[in-house]
């Protein structure tokens, strides 16, 4: 598990989780991601995060399938060529997506679909790559600190708020809306954070879990109080289109995988975090509203 820390101005801060584009295939709904992206740019303290999931090539099995055709020597180096310069086409194009995002990227998750190239490199290291962030693998936990300015400019960390976020690419299935929601609340018993995030289920939801702690008078005179802290459970959409009228696979028609499975449409679209933190009687707070964006 990687750990990764941010540093951000202390005032409103919109955090916005990214997975599940796809981008490739004719159903990734790239225009409604572009507005998506063009939404949270309106914000002037932004921090992004990626779940997996940026690009549609490849999946497990197919990563499977070529490396051991390769190692049979049983597909051509021209073949080879084709299938990396569609994978570096599709980065290309995430990539104009995401344009205005640089810099404000905590770190990206690897999912389940992406490319493996020839020089060791994956899609998902050369987004990161492009974007000037860190790779986190297949977990990580992040910090976000909010920070005043301090003398001549520099910023303060003493008694700085802060939120901590869990966060993985997500596994698994379920039809029911609660499923991907119970399997973050399960992993809330393992570790201690106010976020819990994941991707991969294709559906947007987002919950607020109330916990108390107390607040210590300074002086042990009894005049200690309760205060609610806010945990966010949230799953963080997708931009896939399952059902698409007219889509042909060649001359024929032909769904994409959910219309084959005999899946639900999903909403299209992703979540958001807005935090807000503050200082409540000399106390370090944080004020956590997750909302759902669909297009």
């Not at 995030?197 to 005049?223: C, F, I, M, Y």
């Not at 963080?236 to 639900?264: C, I, S």
Request: hydrophobic share 35%; with cysteine; aromatic share 8%.
């Amino acid at each position: 598990m990687e750990l990764a820390s941010v540093t951000v101005p202390k005032r409103e801060t919109l955090i916005v989780p990214v997975s599940d584009t796809q981008v490739g295939p004719e159903e990734a709904d790239t225009k409604g991601f572009r507005k998506f992206i063009e939404r949270t740019l309106e914000h002037d303290n932004v921090v992004y995060l990626g779940l997996g999931d940026y690009t549609d090539m490849g999946t497990p099995s197919n990563r499977k399938t070529i490396a051991k055709a390769m190692a049979e020597d049983g597909i051509y180096d021209t073949v080879v060529d084709a299938l990396e310069g569609q994978a570096e086409t599709h980065i290309e194009t995430f990539l104009s997506l995401v344009e205005g995002t640089e810099g404000k990227w905590v770190g990206l998750l690897a999912g389940h679909h992406w490319y493996q190239f020839l020089d060791g490199s994956t899609s998902d290291t050369r987004i990161c790559q492009a974007l000037g962030t860190r790779f986190l693998g297949n977990a990580a936990m992040v910090r976000v600190r909010y920070a005043t300015e301090g003398r001549g400019g520099k910023k303060t960390h003493m008694q700085a708020p802060e939120t901590n976020i869990w966060m993985h690419h997500g596994k698994g299935g379920g039809k029911l809306p609660g499923n991907p929601l119970n399997q973050l609340a399960d992993m809330t018993r393992g570790f201690d954070a106010d976020v819990f995030l994941q991707g991969h289920h294709h559906r947007s939801a987002a919950t607020k879990v109330q916990r108390l702690r107390p607040r210590w008078a300074k002086e042990d005179d009894g005049n200690h109080t309760l205060v609610d802290k806010d945990m966010i459970l949230g799953v963080t959409g997708g931009w896939l289109k399952g059902y698409m009228a007219g889509r042909k696979r060649g001359l024929h028609p032909e769904g994409a995988y959910p219309e084959k499975g005999m899946l639900v449409p999903l909403t299209l679209g992703g979540i958001v975090i807005r935090a807000f933190p503050s200082h409540a009687v000399g106390w370090p707070t944080i004020r956590l509203e997750p909302e759902l964006w669909s297009v």
